[in-house]
């Protein structure tokens, strides 16, 4: 099973901005999606964006668009998860996820990855 390590989290201002990156042990071109996804406390974890491996295609929740973005470095092996406009909502433990075997577009929900990252904590203060 592959492995995957998110970094990039920290403590920002509203307004702030952070990249996260989520580092593959398995070229990021074998996994046909790939996806971010956050839990805040005593909420339940949401899906952030999704990125297909091939045509590049990204989706994103309404709560996010226009200030996160998605990539996909394959020859870093990495995915990133670029966040400008932080609010004190986006506050929350953010996980990268691969390996969905049966999403082939549009969003692609948690329970369809086989593979998660251990998360890093961001934190958005007012």
């Known amino acids: 099973q592959v492995q995957l390590v998110e970094s990039g989290g920290g403590s920002v201002q509203a307004g702030g901005s952070l990249r996260l990156s989520c580092a593959s042990s398995?070229?990021?071109?074998?996994?046909?999606?790939w996806g971010w996804f956050r839990q805040a406390p005593g909420k339940e974890r949401e899906g952030v964006a999704t990125i297909y491996s091939v045509g590049g295609r990204t989706y994103y929740a309404n709560s996010v668009k226009g200030r996160f973005t998605i990539s996909q470095d394959n020859y870093k092996n990495t995915v990133y998860l670029q966040m400008d406009d932080l609010k004190p909502e986006d506050t929350a433990m953010y996980y990268c996820a691969a390996d969905a075997t049966y999403c082939s577009g549009g969003y692609c929900p948690e329970y369809e990855y086989n593979s998660w990252g251990q998360g890093t904590q961001v934190t958005v203060s007012s």
């Open positions: 398995r070229y990021t071109s074998s996994s046909n999606v």
